[in-house]
């Protein structure tokens, strides 16, 4: 299986900082089939990333997304107080589909 | 509007069968796989696996292959999970989930159930 593996696990920031979100694969993505989600308490994941840099549907575009083979980022480049939330990228490029362990991203 | 609709939480014992069910709608049901999604208590997500509708073809996770089995109604549009046996560790929440090319499973996942969460204990 693929592992992924996030970092930081939590990122404590002020709205209208940068952040820069980490997913190491255990293992070459195939085609840079790699999702990124964000998820809120008591909420559904949302798409927010895939093809590890195309924007899905509505996103806005503080959100970016980079990376090929093991090493992909997510960026928000300012964030807004509805940005404080858990973020989880995802390879969908080998089954089983795995999921990175989340990095939560908090205010400071 | 596209959507998916899942059935309400459950309580049941071990032992029990369960089966619980993803409504589509908006979209032409058997063009889209349709995947699951476990996520345990303040825990991160993990994929039980995909079926495509249109023909049922199913791939499973082997973390759960044996343990659950999917399935689809295509008279209805909806898709089902389902468990013949329920253990204690079973409980979690569980999203079904569109990918966003029709036809194909490389895709992230862009429309999501509610979540249903089902509880087993004794």
């Known amino acids: 299986d693929t592992v992924l593996t996030q970092s930081p696990g939590t990122l404590s920031l002020s709205p209208g900082e940068r952040a820069t979100l980490s997913c190491r694969a255990s293992?070459?993505?195939?085609?840079?089939?790699l999702a990124w989600y964000q998820q809120k308490p008591g909420q559904a994941p949302r798409l927010l990333i895939y093809?590890?840099?195309t924007r899905a549907t509505a996103i806005p575009d503080r959100f970016s997304g980079s990376g090929s083979g093991t090493d992909f980022t997510l960026t928000i480049s300012r964030l807004e107080p509805e940005d404080f939330a858990l973020y989880y990228c995802?390879?969908?490029?080998?089954?089983?589909?795995?999921f990175g362990q989340g990095t939560k991203v908090e205010i400071k | 509007e596209v959507q998916l609709v899942q059935s309400g939480a459950e309580i049941k014992k071990p032992g029990e069968s369960l089966k619980i069910s993803c409504k589509a709608s908006?979209?032409?049901?058997?063009?889209?796989?349709i995947a699951w999604v476990r996520q345990m208590p303040d825990k991160g997500l993990e994929w039980l696996g995909i079926?495509?509708?249109?023909?049922?073809?199913?791939r499973y996770s082997p973390s759960f292959q044996g343990q659950v089995t999917f399935s689809a109604d295509k008279s209805t549009s909806t898709a089902y999970l389902h468990w013949p046996s329920l253990k204690a560790s079973d409980s979690a929440i569980y999203y079904c989930?569109?990918?966003?090319?029709?036809?194909?499973?490389?895709?992230?996942?862009?429309?999501w159930g509610q979540g249903t969460t089902v509880t087993v204990s004794s």
């Open positions: 995802q390879q969908y490029g080998a089954s089983p589909w795995t």
């Open positions: 079926i495509y509708p249109g023909n049922s073809d199913t």
């Open positions: 293992q070459t993505v195939s085609s840079a089939f």
């Open positions: 989930a569109r990918p966003g090319v029709p036809k194909n499973y490389y895709s992230g996942l862009d429309v």
């Open positions: 908006g979209y032409i049901f058997t063009t889209y796989f």
């Open positions: 093809d590890a840099s």
